[in-house]
């Protein structure tokens, strides 16, 4: 079992004392630790060099630490490296320091000044995020469930929760499920609850947003990008096995299982519209609930310097659309083959190929992200539909049959 550790303000008054002339005996009684402790710590401070190290000159030890766990220190550099390489362990590690350090620290003082170690390299500065810039999102871990009242089988549903991080704001919403439908619901839902849309929203690399995780340039689901065109926002995602790139979403779901889950667990839902209306009203009343220390809310500070930074929102929700691609042919129109009907492009762009989007309502193309042409969808007999300014000037009339709009 590895020694006791004891705190550099412990490790101060040992040599404090020790100048002031109180023995190991007194400095034991007067700091309420072991006389081994005492003797361990002052022998690692003044006792003899291991063979083939320069004796340090009798000043205090640099950073507060003895010699010789400095020089242990150094060596970890070393370990932490080599612990990353397959089938390396620690015990074989501290076998090799050993052999270079015969009078060396046993493996169990090894691994505890190992662990401190890291623990002093695992600090985390806190970052001040810049009013409407970023919306971090996640789906907690932890499920929420309604009875279903025909049947009575217990639904469980997943949580989306996304944060403002400026502000703390927080938005919380059940769902079935992590598919296109439901997720596409929570942004909506989300967007409309902050009353405007961030410059950025940031998600984990679930499988509805990201088709390819990536630390450099991850590849995003057709829907994103045609969620970050309606709302004129991008989505951004997190590097793969990174959580502390969305911290406060993550710090964010934990304040959701405490103020939201916890209150709810006694409390019977009978449909996925009930539980939200619950949801909400424990959502509503953490925002409103003032920061410790202080005499402001989440709610507050949002509305006082995040509102006014959001970008407006579109006059409708996002719908996805039906996504093909398609090549532009010679007669400068794109075939959809679900109606079987031509739409036309501007005639320069003949033999490119393009994204074609649609819905109920309209037809869009693109080429590289450039919309460069938008119909109405038609049900017309007439299975081709041409503008005129997509036309070549030498053209007098579209070829038949046809309709011009």
């Known amino acids: 079992m590895a020694a006791r550790t004891i705190s550099m303000e412990q490790y101060n008054m040992i040599l404090r004392l020790q100048e002031l002339g109180f023995s190991i005996k007194g400095i034991a009684r007067q700091l309420g630790l072991a006389r081994n402790t005492i003797r361990r710590y002052l022998s690692d401070q003044g006792g003899d060099s291991p063979p083939g190290v320069t004796a340090a000159p009798a000043s205090p030890p640099r950073n507060g630490l003895p010699l ?56 985390v500065m806190h970052l001040e995020h810049k009013p409407g810039d970023e919306t971090m999102i996640d789906f907690a871990g932890k499920k929420l469930s309604y009875v279903d009242l025909p049947s009575g089988e217990v639904i469980e549903c997943r949580a989306f929760v996304s944060v403002m991080p400026h502000s703390g704001l927080i938005y919380v919403r059940a769902v079935h499920s992590q598919k296109t439908a439901d997720f596409v619901s929570c942004i909506n839902g989300m967007c409309q609850y902050y009353g405007g849309v961030s410059r950025t929203i940031l998600c984990d690399n679930l499988k509805t947003a990201v088709v390819s995780p990536s630390k450099y340039e991850p590849v995003f689901t057709e829907v994103c990008y045609q969620l970050s065109e309606h709302y004129n926002t991008c989505f951004t995602a997190t590097r793969p096995y990174k959580p502390r790139d969305k911290a406060m979403v993550e710090r964010s779901v934990n304040i959701v299982y405490s103020h939201v889950y916890a209150p709810l667990r006694n409390e019977t839902f009978h449909s996925l519209k009930e539980l939200n209306l619950g949801i909400r009203t424990y959502v509503d009343a953490l925002n409103l609930r003032p920061y410790k220390g202080s005499g ?18 579109p006059s409708r929700l996002f719908a996805p659309k039906n996504c093909v691609q398609a090549t532009v042919q010679r007669n400068y129109h794109v075939l959809l083959g679900e109606d079987k009907h031509y739409y036309s492009v501007p005639f320069t762009y003949t033999g490119k190929k393009v994204k074609v989007l649609y819905d109920n309502e309209s037809v869009e193309i693109y080429l590289s992200g450039e919309r460069i042409a938008c119909h109405q969808r038609q049900r017309s007999l007439s299975r081709y539909h041409t503008q005129p300014d997509h036309m070549p000037k030498s053209s007098l009339k579209p070829f038949p049959p046809s309709i011009i709009v």
């Open 68 to 123: 010789r766990v400095q020089q242990l220190h150094e060596h970890f550099s070393y370990t932490e490296r080599e612990l990353k390489k397959t089938g390396v362990t620690r015990q074989m590690l501290w076998l090799e320091y050993k052999e270079c350090n015969p009078d060396g620290f046993q493996y169990s003082h090894y691994c505890c000044h190992f662990q401190q170690y890291l623990r002093t390299k695992d600090v």
């Open 296 to 313: 402001y809310c989440r709610r507050d500070l949002f509305n006082a310097e995040e509102a006014s930074t959001l970008q407006l929102l």
